[in-house]
């Protein structure tokens, strides 16, 4: 787990030795001088080599005092360190003199004497120089607090050391080779070897954490609690219990101050503020602007935006998870202080202040039990607030009710009396109208006995819209709120409230057309059946229209019972628990409205295709609305009627050339009687045999695709990816209808390709 660590190489009389490695080993082998062969011994050789040069072995006691020296990162006589290209390249150089000799085994002993020493400057040098910095971390100032202590411990070491050096004058220690003193080199060896591996560690630590702070500081630390030396492992806890001390500490911050800046002016911690948001809280307003968007998005923007949490400042022992979770449970007290004005914060905060006042690296699940304390108490106070004090349930209640036409009374009559403003061209649309109207529809309907603060956030207005577009395209209508509602209301979820507001508006609009225009023609139905050749057509356009009622009510019924109330009752399952945090709480709302919008509007989750059979029942309603205007056009019918059809470049419909050749057959016959009858009975309302085959062949084709469509509709949706969208595929298909439909399509289409294909030939032979 450790890297090497480099020790300096070693130098006789200039010239240079390997550097060491961490382990010691000993020095590559002298040259040996060549040496005659003779009959003496190797001791009578040495004997007179060390004759002839003069040189004697130098005393231990010189080499130990040096070595001490080199211990405190100092050279001495014979013994120094060099540092020819700075400290890292630094290197222990031995000096002879002309009658001493330093054998290799001393100067292998003595090099691994001098790592310590070594190592003791990388540390020493470290801790001045952080201390030197202005801006260094809290966390970082531990480390150095703790490495200093251990550096005073070192020091008090070597003055023990030189307390057995009972030595006398130098110049007479120097000439003597006979003084005993209380050290040698090997129990200075064995005095050192556990202070070799702190140092060790020490350095190794210093070396991970010299260009980070804060938690990753912690973090490279941390790193070495694995390993299986239980020395290493040891004063590892210890380091980390010193450097911790503040990131623990501010474990608890967050969740007793909630004032991150305040506690973390060197951005040390996992989380870190917004500086453009830094200045900003929420804040209540009794009234809203719609136009004000950006006001409108501040408290969603402040829940979101201003605290970061930043994971790689997020110390290991934590964890991910049990960091979230504090990074929580900080932000949800924040919401409480400053958004919703909490007259008991200090009851709530008295009670977190109690959880834990000594937090320690050694005691994380000690850490761990007051977090899950402040958290639980913390998320249980903000549901509280939300579904109590600013009754977010009844919020979500009329949504449900007015933007997906949950009241069925009120969302017909709103679309009774708003069908004659809608009809016209947007830009002639005038916004107080269609105030006007909502108004009058929640005085009709039992939206009357809803709360005063349900109802004056309604709002009826205009989207923007483009050249042709008439008021059904742009209607909407609008459910405002404040903060800190607008945290889980927040705009994009009222984006998709508009989104299935508009499809369900569209649906409602078809469904009521069509209502209407069937009581018409059945009120009319025996008028028409004494006018001869009509009965057949008559009869073709009630089957359509049947298959359309059918359609619409059956997507209808889909939609409100089974998409909406299922996902309501998934979403009051979990707001019945109140469990997790606000964020929890608004990822909540938006699953609940991206399965509504998902099911409702039939969306594919394949790439290219997902609005697939959303645009066939789209152009459904388009050909119920045609085929409606196509039948039954007066003014009642007029006001549902799509923008820039055919049919609406006519003036009549089928059912006004019915009724006029039933008028036309009952004036003849009264003529034949005698019976006479006010003036302009005769005479029929208009003449449209010329333009009757016309429109019969628009009905047609209007009724042959829609019902080409809801056939794919019917068929696709029961291969759909959802099991919910399967279910409408099922109710619309129950019968096989569609499916022997489907396949005579097929042969159809078959048989034209085929005659199509031997076309080429007939016309060859003749």
Not at 250 to 265: G, Y
Not at 519 to 537: H, N, Q
Not at 576 to 586: A, N, P, W
Not at 685 to 695: E, M, S, V
Request: proline share 4%.
């Amino acid at each position: 787990m450790l890297p090497s660590l480099t020790v300096p190489s070693v130098t006789v009389n200039g010239h240079k030795s390997p550097a060491s490695t961490v382990s010691p080993s000993p020095l590559p082998p002298i040259e040996k001088p060549s040496i005659p062969k003779s009959s003496k011994t190797k001791a009578e050789i040495l004997k007179d080599f060390r004759a002839k040069s003069g040189k004697s072995h130098i005393p231990e006691h010189v080499l130990v005092r040096d070595t001490l020296y080199l211990l405190q990162g100092i050279s001495g006589n014979y013994v120094f360190f060099e540092d020819p290209d700075g400290e890292e390249e630094r290197k222990v150089v031995f000096r002879e003199s002309a009658k001493w000799h330093i054998s290799p085994s001393t100067q292998a002993l003595v090099l691994r004497l001098s790592e310590l020493g070594h190592l003791y400057s990388r540390v020493s040098a470290f801790v001045r120089e952080s201390e030197g910095q202005p801006s260094i971390g809290l966390i970082k100032q531990s480390l150095c607090h703790h490495l200093q202590k251990q550096l005073t411990e070192y020091y008090r070491m070597i003055a023990v050391l030189e307390s057995q050096m009972k030595t006398r004058d130098d110049s007479v220690a120097e000439d003597d080779q006979h003084i005993s003193t209380g050290l040698t080199l090997r129990r200075l060896e064995v005095w050192t070897e556990d202070w070799t591996l702190r140092m060790r560690m020490m350095s190794v630590s210093v070396e991970a954490c010299r260009n980070s702070g804060g938690g990753a500081l912690v973090s490279s630390i941390h790193e070495y609690t694995d390993n299986g030396d239980p020395f290493i492992r040891h004063f590892t806890d210890e380091l980390l219990e010193e450097a911790s001390s503040h990131t623990a500490t501010r474990l608890s911050w967050p969740i007793i101050q909630t004032d991150i800046a305040a506690i973390d002016p060197f951005l040390e911690f996992f989380v870190a503020v917004d500086p453009e948001l830094a200045n900003q809280n929420y804040s209540k307003r009794s009234a809203f602007d719609p136009e004000d968007m950006r006001e409108r998005e501040t408290g969603a923007k402040i829940w979101k935006s201003k605290y970061k949490f930043r994971k790689d400042m997020l110390p290991r022992f934590v964890g991910e998870e049990f960091g979230r979770k504090i990074f929580s449970t900080g932000k949800s007290l924040n919401f409480i202080r400053y958004s919703c004005q909490d007259s008991e914060w200090v009851a709530t905060r008295s009670k977190l202040s109690t959880t834990g006042k000594v937090l320690k690296y050694s005691d994380i699940a000690g850490l761990e039990r007051s977090i899950d304390s402040a958290y639980k108490v913390a998320s249980k106070r903000l549901f509280d607030m939300f579904f109590d004090k600013f009754k977010l349930m009844d919020h979500l209640l009329a949504l449900k009710s007015y933007l997906l036409l949950g009241h069925g009374d009120f969302a017909e009559h709103l679309m009774e009396t708003l069908s004659p403003h809608l009809a016209k061209p947007a830009n002639n649309l005038q916004r107080h109208k269609l105030t006007s109207s909502l108004e009058t529809a929640i005085r009709a309907t039992n939206a009357q006995f809803d709360s005063v603060d349900v109802l004056r956030r309604l709002d009826a207005r205009m989207l923007e819209f483009t050249h042709g577009e008439i008021g059904w395209d742009v209607f909407t209508l609008e459910y405002k709120v404040d903060s800190p509602v607008d945290t889980v209301l927040d705009p994009e979820a009222m984006r998709a409230y508009l989104r299935i507001f508009s499809h369900l508006w569209r649906m409602k609009r078809v469904d009521i057309a069509l209502r209407n225009s069937w009581m018409k023609i059945t009120s009319e139905s025996k008028a028409f059946a004494r006018v001869p050749g009509l009965a057949a057509d008559w009869h073709q356009i009630r089957i359509a229209m049947s298959e359309m009622i059918f359609f619409i009510r059956q997507l209808q019924s889909y939609t409100h019972l089974i998409v909406i109330e299922g996902c309501w009752k998934e979403l009051q399952e979990f707001l019945t628990k109140k469990e997790g945090d606000l964020d929890s709480l608004i990822q909540a709302h938006r699953a609940y409205l991206e399965r509504m919008e998902t099911r409702a509007m039939l969306l594919r989750s394949k790439h290219g295709k997902r609005e697939q059979y959303l645009t066939d029942v789209k152009e459904c309603f388009d050909r119920a609305l045609n085929f409606v205007e196509g039948v039954v056009r007066d003014s009642k019918a007029q006001q549902f009627r799509p923008r820039l059809t055919f049919l609406s470049l006519r003036k009549d419909s089928f059912y006004n050339h019915s009724l006029n050749a039933a008028a036309k057959l009952d004036a003849e016959r009264d003529e034949y009687r005698g019976v006479f009858t006010r003036e302009g009975r005769t005479t029929p309302i208009g003449h449209h045999d010329d333009g009757l085959p016309r429109t019969l062949r628009r009905l047609r084709e209007f009724s042959t695709d829609f019902s080409e469509r809801a056939c794919r509709v019917a068929i696709g949706t029961q291969t759909h990816e959802d099991p919910k969208c399967k279910v409408l595929g099922q109710i619309l298909a129950f019968s096989d209808y569609y499916a022997s439909k489907r396949q005579r399509l097929r042969e159809e289409e078959a048989a034209q390709g085929q005659a199509m294909s031997m076309a080429p030939s007939v016309i060859t032979r003749a």
